[in-house]
């Protein structure tokens, strides 16, 4: 931020914050945040105290802190720091209908982690897109991180990350602006988050034939294969990440060289949905004779929708039956491999 020492214009201050000016001035007129001083005649110019107060209240709305609730805690704070008597109380302003009352951190009941209240969610899901629309980095890392902690990957994903990356995407294609770098942002720092946790479940993992997820060979989006990556590292499954836009050759060599128990193929859309692939992948057979055996093919994501369900063949409805199909084949798999009496794992 400049060091001007007249300060910083609204304009200026806006494209700091990665706000628009409108909603700088809103700030002003709804709550009162203003400039601490201004000159009789001049334009507002907001000092660097003044910019950090705005800086503030971005963290604590990314945070899922309501507007209004915010604005109030950043003016005690500066009242507070300058070493004056509090001025008085000021009510927020009536919640607009986007808007809710934060969740106070004490009051979430014991056993949130697994059924978290819809309100509470819901903050954490805008405090997520309020901070992409800022490129608010170590905000967003922070969000992400308590959202797993708090809630577990599965809810964590489903009801927090995946609504925020489609809210920030249907944003900016509904009002025609042009902030992909907003969407592409949010991406990548998700996409950090899930493959921390897969990296740290490599050390724990069993030595069991992997599960390779790939997409197909006409699909780039992968964050869903990451998220289904890092909840299968959750559960010390060994896993193989292909990636996006995997060639039909090069998956079938993979599965060919590592003999994986599962094979998981996303597919965001139909047209991207190879169905003769993925039963030539179920026909893969492996192994010694007498004991050949071929992998299960997880059919992942919407692009897989509507059309018939072959033998070999599994399609979850979401990451956490994903994750609890797997486990029950690995389940079965080691029973088998310890029990040589029982019936040998097959699709």
């Known amino acids: 931020m400049a060091g001007n020492r007249y300060g910083m214009t609204t304009g200026a201050v806006a494209r700091h914050l990665g706000v628009s000016p409108t909603t700088v001035r809103s700030w002003e007129q709804r709550y009162g945040l203003r400039p601490a001083a201004r000159e009789e005649g001049r334009h507002r110019r907001w000092t660097v105290e003044d910019v950090s107060m705005l800086e503030e209240?971005?963290?604590?709305?990314?945070?899922g802190v309501s507007p209004a609730e915010a604005a109030r805690m950043v003016l005690t704070s500066r009242d507070t720091a300058t070493g004056g008597a509090p001025r008085p109380a000021r009510l927020p302003d009536p919640p607009a209908g986007n808007e809710r009352a934060a969740v106070p951190e004490g009051?979430?009941?014991p056993g949130s982690r697994h059924d978290p209240s819809p309100d509470t969610v819901r903050a954490e899901c805008r405090g997520l897109a309020r901070a992409a629309v800022r490129l608010d980095g170590p905000a967003m890392d922070d969000l992400l991180e308590r959202a797993v902690q708090e809630h577990g990957l599965v809810v964590a994903w489903e009801e927090v990350v995946?609504?925020?990356?489609?809210?920030?995407?249907?944003?900016?294609e509904s009002t025609q602006e042009r902030y992909v770098e907003v969407e592409h942002l949010l991406s990548w720092h998700v996409s950090t988050a899930l493959r921390r946790r897969i990296v740290a479940g490599f050390a724990a993992a069993s030595a069991a034939p992997p599960v390779i997820l790939a997409c197909t060979p006409t699909e780039n989006h992968t964050l869903p294969l990451e998220a289904l990556a890092a909840g299968l590292a959750e559960r010390t499954l060994p896993v193989l990440v292909l990636g996006g836009a995997v060639p039909a050759e090069a998956l079938?060599?993979?599965?060919?060289?590592?003999?994986?128990?599962?094979?998981?193929?996303?597919?965001?859309?139909?047209?991207?949905?190879?169905?003769?692939?993925?039963?030539?992948?179920?026909?893969?057979?492996?192994?010694?004779?007498?004991?050949r055996t071929a992998p299960v093919v997880l059919l992942a994501g919407p692009g897989w929708a509507g059309g018939p369900r072959e033998a070999g063949m599994l399609r979850p409805g979401g990451l956490g039956e994903a994750l609890d199909a797997v486990s029950w084949r690995y389940e079965r798999l080691c029973l088998a491999v310890s029990d040589p009496t029982r019936e040998p794992f097959r699709k």
């Open 252 to 291: 079938d060599a993979a599965v060919r060289r590592c003999g994986p128990a599962v094979v998981a193929l996303w597919s965001q859309t139909r047209a991207t949905a190879d169905r003769p692939l993925a039963a030539h992948v179920a026909g893969t057979a492996f192994g010694p004779r007498g004991a």
């Open 57 to 63: 209240l971005c963290r604590l709305t990314a945070s």
């Open 162 to 172: 995946a609504p925020a990356l489609h809210a920030v995407g249907k944003k900016w």
């Open 107 to 109: 009051a979430r009941r």
